[in-house]
């Protein structure tokens, strides 16, 4: 069993976080389906691509199990949560976002003190960009707050003018 390998609570730890990205994967395109459905493009196109970014690191962390010799599980840190208000998406994704950064922050630190620097690494490197999504969604949340309806409604605009 890989859990008995010198690598085991590294494995266990990639798979934990292989778990998290397949979450926010789907969390971030349900998300994308109903801002889709109410109209708001710009903002469901950002819950598209940052849930393709989210399947980009599973795979990274997957590629690292099974170099490790480890079995990749597929599974989910926790199940799709069912919200359709905009304000509320932007609050749960940036609440995802920052449980995932310090769970990362945290592997990276015990995988460095195994002596695992390649899954320290790769810890770090999608740190960087779980940061860019929270401070994303941050923004989006501050501008849906501060200008309401309006915000949203000018996304519905810039949406048709794409369209053309």
Request: net charge negative.
């Amino acid at each position: 069993m890989a859990t008995d390998t010198k690598y085991g609570r590294s494995i266990e730890l990639l798979n934990n976080a292989l778990a998290e990205e397949n979450t926010a994967s789907l969390q971030y395109m349900y998300f994308h389906f109903i801002c889709e459905d109410k109209g708001y493009r710009p903002l469901a196109q950002y819950f598209k691509k940052t849930a393709i970014e989210e399947m980009r690191h599973a795979e990274e962390f997957a590629e690292r199990i099974l170099f490790l010799e480890g079995e990749v599980k597929m599974g989910l840190a926790k199940g799709v949560k069912h919200v359709t208000e905009v304000t509320a998406m932007l609050d749960y994704a940036r609440e995802l976002e920052k449980e995932t950064i310090e769970h990362y922050n945290a592997s990276a630190k015990e995988v460095a003190a195994l002596g695992d620097a390649v899954s320290h690494k790769l810890f770090q490197e999608i740190l960087a960009t779980e940061e860019s999504h929270m401070d994303q969604y941050r923004l989006e949340m501050e501008n849906s707050k501060e200008y309401g309806k309006e915000y949203l409604a000018l996304q519905v605009v810039d949406n048709l003018k794409h369209a053309e």
